[in-house]
């Protein structure tokens, strides 16, 4: 959790094209690159030189970086998203990647890997297999993440949920926000949990940056949780990301 630099893309005009679940609404591209300014500066702010990539059109989902690539010890990996309208984001970003990180590498299976699957520990590299993520995919990636002197661990995403990430993510070394869903699946009993409030699972999209804990605004009750554990909380608008399934991580590769 402790970065010095974080890659993002500013959200497209066609990002109202954006996958989701469920419809309640496009987001507004005005309001949604306003909301991720101010994401922005909440790195800077948090201690992160942030580079900003131009939005890019052709990708309605490519506001969500860390889908197509993961960035371990400054070698980013490029992944092959699970989604066929994303699969072109892993070719598109990488010459972003080439420029800003120390090596390049490429996952090389016939499998599918989304970022949004892969929750990172000190030592460790969770992977929840989900809709996006296949067991051939996670498999491939083993040797990449060997070499980098993580451990893989291939877990499973519960069913409804869209991504590993969704409903975790890393608050400390030893410490997990999640919702009670996926803390129940058993994924972090070797470590501690923190679990979502009541009606606030979708604040579990987390993410922690140095000194602070980032979280979607809206969720007062698990906010007072991290604070009363001692983190100290940054709460983002994160609205219009929410209409796309998209979250707090989901903005950023950081490293
Ligand atoms: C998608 O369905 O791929 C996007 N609309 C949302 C991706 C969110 N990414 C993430 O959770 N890592």
Same mark, same amino acid.
């Given at each position: 959790?402790?970065?010095?630099?974080?890659? !993002?893309?500013?959200?497209?005009?066609?990002?109202?094209?954006?996958?989701?679940?469920?419809?309640?609404?496009? #987001?507004?591209?005005?309001?949604?690159?306003? /909301?991720?300014?101010?994401?922005?500066?909440?790195?800077?702010?948090?201690?992160?030189?942030?580079?900003?990539?131009?939005?890019?059109?052709?990708?309605?989902?490519?506001?969500?970086?860390?889908? =197509? +690539?993961?960035? %371990?010890?400054?070698?980013?990996?490029?992944?092959?998203?699970?989604?066929?309208?994303?699969?072109?984001?892993? +070719?598109?970003?990488? =010459?972003? @990647?080439?420029?800003?990180?120390?090596?390049?590498?490429?996952?090389?299976?016939?499998?599918?890997?989304?970022?949004?699957?892969?929750?990172?520990?000190?030592?460790?590299? %969770?992977?929840? %297999?989900?809709?996006?993520?296949?067991?051939?995919? +996670?498999?491939?990636?083993? #040797?990449?993440?060997?070499? /980098?002197?993580?451990?893989?661990?291939?877990?499973?995403?519960? #069913?409804?949920?869209?991504?590993?990430?969704?409903?975790?993510?890393? @608050?400390?070394?030893?410490?997990?926000?999640?919702?009670?869903?996926?803390? +129940?699946?058993?994924?972090?009993?070797?470590?501690?949990?923190?679990?979502?409030?009541?009606?606030?699972?979708?604040?579990?999209?987390?993410?922690?940056?140095?000194?602070?804990?980032?979280?979607?605004?809206?969720?007062?009750?698990?906010?007072?949780?991290?604070?009363?554990?001692?983190?100290?909380?940054?709460?983002?608008?994160?609205?219009?990301?929410?209409?796309?399934?998209?979250?707090?991580? !989901?903005?950023? @590769?950081?490293?």
């Amino acid at each position: 959790f402790e970065f010095t630099h974080a890659l !993002c893309r500013v959200p497209a005009d066609s990002v109202c094209d954006g996958l989701r679940a469920s419809d309640r609404g496009d #987001p507004d591209p005005a309001l949604f690159r306003n /909301q991720h300014a101010a994401y922005v500066a909440a790195l800077r702010d948090a201690g992160c030189a942030v580079t900003v990539l131009e939005a890019d059109e052709a990708f309605p989902d490519s506001v969500f970086i860390e889908d =197509p +690539a993961l960035v %371990l010890n400054g070698v980013a990996i490029v992944l092959r998203p699970g989604a066929p309208s994303r699969l072109g984001e892993a +070719a598109a970003l990488r =010459p972003a @990647l080439e420029e800003h990180c120390r090596k390049v590498v490429d996952l090389k299976t016939e499998g599918f890997v989304d970022g949004g699957d892969i929750l990172c520990t000190d030592d460790r590299v %969770l992977i929840g %297999l989900s809709a996006r993520t296949d067991a051939r995919g +996670a498999e491939d990636l083993r #040797p990449l993440v060997e070499a /980098q002197g993580y451990r893989l661990e291939v877990l499973q995403t519960p #069913p409804e949920i869209l991504h590993f990430k969704t409903e975790s993510s890393l @608050l400390d070394a030893e410490t997990v926000l999640a919702t009670p869903a996926l803390a +129940a699946s058993g994924a972090f009993d070797s470590m501690r949990v923190i679990e979502t409030a009541p009606g606030e699972g979708a604040s579990a999209n987390a993410i922690r940056v140095n000194d602070v804990v980032m979280l979607s605004a809206g969720y007062p009750e698990t906010a007072d949780r991290l604070t009363q554990a001692g983190y100290e909380v940054v709460t983002l608008d994160t609205s219009q990301a929410a209409l796309v399934d998209g979250g707090l991580s !989901c903005m950023s @590769l950081r490293y």
